[in-house]
C-alpha cells in the first residue's frame, strides 16, 4: 500500500510538472501583446473559478471556513507576490532561465526552515545551499553583459514561493485540502480584480481567449495536483520531480520562442538541481525532525 501512494504520489506531481511549462510559456506569449497586470488578473480569476466548480458542490460553505484565517490570507498573498515576480521576468527571460533561477526555492526553504519550523539543518545541507546559490549566480552572471536586472525578480518569486511553502506546511493538519487550495487563489484573484479591469485589452484573435482560459486551468490544475501529490506520499519521495519542469521549459522555449540555453545557464541549471536533490535526499536519510 505504501509503495502505491507513492506511485501515485509521484503521478500527482509528474502531471504538474507538465502543466506548469505550458502556464509559463502561455504567460510569456500573452505578455507580448497584453498588460501583465490582465494576465495576471485572468489566471488567477480562473483559478478561482475552477477550484469552486470542483469543491463547492461537495463541501458547500464549509469550504471556506478555516482554522486559521490570517494564515490563510498571508499565505494566498506570498502566492500573489511569487506569480506577480515570475510573470513579469518571463516577458524579458528565456523560459529555461527563469526556470532555473527558480529552482532555488527549496534551498531557500531549507534556509527558512531553520526560523520559521525550528528544524535542524547541518553543515551538509548548509554547504548545499551555499553551493546551490552559486550555480544562480552562474546562471544570473551580475554584472555580465547578458545581465539586464530581470533575473532577480526570479529570486524574489522563489523567496515569496518559499515562505508560501513553510507556511504551508504549517498549516497543514489545521485545515482541509480543498480549503488551502481554494484560499490559494481567493485572495489573489480578489486583489487582482481592483486593479486588472483598468488595464482591460480585448482579445481580438479567438486564439488568445483559449490562452486565457487556459491559463486559469492550467494554474489551477496544476497547485491542485501539487496539493494532490503531498497528500499521497512525502514530500522528500515527489519533490525531486518537480525538476523535470526545466524539460519542459527547454522543449517549449525552444519550439514556440526559438530559446535555447547557452552553456552557463545549463551548467547552473545541474548546480542547483544536483543541490536540491542532495538537500532531499538528506532529508530522507535524516528526516525532518531527526538529525541535521
Not at 17 to 42: C, E, H, R, S
Not at 168 to 174: C, E, F, N, V, Y
Amino acid at each position: 500500500m505504501l509503495a502505491t501512494n507513492t506511485v501515485r504520489g509521484i503521478g500527482f506531481m509528474c502531471l504538474a510538472v507538465m502543466l506548469f511549462p505550458f502556464l509559463n510559456a502561455i504567460v510569456k506569449y500573452l505578455g507580448a501583446d497584453y498588460a501583465m497586470t490582465q494576465v495576471i488578473w485572468l489566471r488567477y480569476l480562473g483559478h478561482f473559478a475552477l477550484m469552486l466548480i470542483i469543491f463547492l458542490p461537495f463541501h458547500g460553505r464549509a469550504l471556506f471556513r478555516t482554522k486559521n484565517l490570517g494564515a490563510q490570507v498571508i499565505r494566498s498573498l506570498l502566492l500573489l507576490g511569487s506569480t506577480s515576480c515570475y510573470f513579469m521576468a518571463l516577458t524579458y527571460l528565456p523560459l529555461t532561465t527563469a526556470a532555473s533561477i527558480s529552482f532555488t526555492s527549496p534551498l531557500i526553504v531549507t534556509a527558512l526552515s531553520v526560523p520559521f519550523l525550528g528544524e535542524k539543518v547541518g553543515p551538509r545541507r548548509w554547504a548545499a545551499i551555499c553551493v546551490g546559490f552559486i550555480g544562480a549566480m552562474i546562471i544570473i552572471r551580475p554584472g555580465g553583459a547578458d545581465f539586464h536586472g530581470v533575473e532577480l525578480l526570479v529570486v524574489c518569486s522563489a523567496t515569496f514561493y518559499s515562505f508560501f511553502q513553510v507556511l504551508t506546511r504549517k498549516l497543514a493538519g489545521q485545515d482541509s485540502p480543498a480549503t488551502t487550495i481554494i484560499y490559494t487563489a481567493v485572495f489573489g484573484g480578489l486583489i487582482t480584480s481592483f486593479i486588472g479591469p483598468f488595464y482591460w485589452v480585448t482579445p481580438v484573435v479567438q486564439f488568445d481567449w483559449v490562452l486565457f482560459a487556459a491559463m486559469g486551468l492550467f494554474g489551477g490544475l496544476g497547485h491542485l495536483f501539487v496539493v494532490k501529490a503531498f497528500q499521497w506520499a512525502e514530500v522528500s519521495a515527489v519533490s525531486p520531480f518537480a525538476y523535470g519542469q526545466l524539460v519542459g521549459a527547454v522543449i517549449l522555449g525552444f519550439f514556440i520562442f526559438g530559446e535555447f540555453p547557452d552553456m552557463w545557464t545549463w551548467v547552473g541549471s545541474a548546480i542547483i538541481v544536483s543541490c536540491g536533490a542532495y538537500i532531499t535526499y538528506r532529508e530522507t536519510i535524516l528526516g525532518r525532525a531527526g538529525k541535521a
